[in-house]
């Protein structure tokens, strides 16, 4: 009974330590828990204007694996989007699975970084899978760690890279609608390459899950105090601007 009453009270005082730094300790639901799916209500969102809807997606990769929004910009005609992938070797392959679409979309082969020119980029160059090109980053720790296969297969390239309110201007494109990120782990840098002067998009998804928990905060905090709500949904998260 002590020791019981000893780990309730390391339990108490642990959860109190975490809340001075923001932070609380909840049970996770199981997986057959249901959980709404906040990219299609956002989009359901975007959809009420009656307007056309500008997408950029950071790490499209080629379209199909690991991606919730080639069906949006399929089946919605008055969506265009911006597709960014480093990996020239899944060009061919994203601009196949968007060919029903293809006057609306425009393939990006680059990196994104603060300042224009180039960084290293590394992906897992398997021989026969080539899903497993979806762990691929500019941070080579965090692929090395994502798949047994890393180490073997992991290989680095040179690639072109700019900032994503370069990339809206290059395009032409003054009023972003929904910004996509999934670049495993180098989201939040993904998103301080964003003029928010000159570019603040409707909403914002990107990967926090893979996110270090310094890097989740400020995330948060910042996008927040730009007018922004935040909304969790699993590894993903939202940021929706109140004013739209």
Same mark, same amino acid.
């Given at each position: 009974m002590?020791?019981?009453?000893?780990?309730?009270?390391?339990?108490?005082?642990?959860?109190?330590?975490? &809340?001075?730094?923001?932070?609380?300790?909840?049970?996770?639901?199981?997986?057959?828990?249901?959980?709404?799916?906040?990219?299609?209500?956002?989009?359901?969102?975007?959809?009420q204007s009656g307007g056309s809807v500008q997408v950029?997606?950071?790490?499209?990769?080629?379209?199909?694996?690991?991606?919730?929004?080639r069906e949006l910009v399929l089946k919605n005609p008055h969506w265009s989007a911006i597709l960014v992938e480093p990996q020239k070797r899944l060009l061919d392959s994203l601009a196949a699975n968007y060919a029903e679409a293809k006057e609306r979309i425009t393939l990006e082969n680059v990196a994104v970084a603060p300042g224009p020119g180039?960084?290293?980029? =590394?992906?897992?160059?398997?021989?026969?899978?080539?899903?497993?090109?979806?762990?691929?980053?500019?941070? &080579?720790?965090?692929?090395?760690?994502?798949?047994?296969?890393?180490?073997?297969?992991?290989?680095?390239?040179?690639?072109?890279?700019?900032?994503?309110?370069?990339?809206?201007? &290059?395009?032409?494109?003054?009023?972003?609608?929904?910004?996509v990120v999934d670049t495993e782990g180098y989201d939040w840098e993904v998103l301080k390459t964003v003029d928010f002067n000159r570019h603040r998009p409707t909403i914002i998804q990107f990967e926090s899950g893979h996110l270090s928990l310094r890097d989740r905060r400020e995330a948060f905090e910042t996008?927040?105090?730009?007018?922004?709500?935040?909304?969790?949904?699993?590894?993903?998260? =939202?940021?929706?601007?109140e004013e739209a």
């Open positions: 002590n020791l019981r009453r000893s780990l309730a009270a390391s339990k108490r005082a642990f959860k109190s330590r975490l &809340r001075r730094f923001g932070f609380d300790v909840v049970k996770v639901p199981g997986s057959d828990y249901p959980r709404i799916d906040l990219m299609n209500l956002f989009a359901d969102r975007l959809n950029l997606q950071v790490g499209a990769n080629d379209g199909v694996e690991s991606d919730s929004l180039e960084i290293s980029f =590394y992906f897992i160059d398997h021989p026969t899978d080539l899903s497993l090109s979806v762990y691929s980053s500019t941070n &080579r720790n965090h692929v090395s760690k994502s798949n047994p296969y890393a180490d073997r297969y992991i290989k680095e390239v040179r690639v072109p890279c700019m900032g994503i309110s370069d990339i809206l201007e &290059r395009n032409h494109v003054k009023a972003l609608d929904f910004l996008l927040s105090g730009l007018g922004y709500s935040m909304h969790w949904n699993g590894a993903d998260s =939202y940021a929706l601007l």
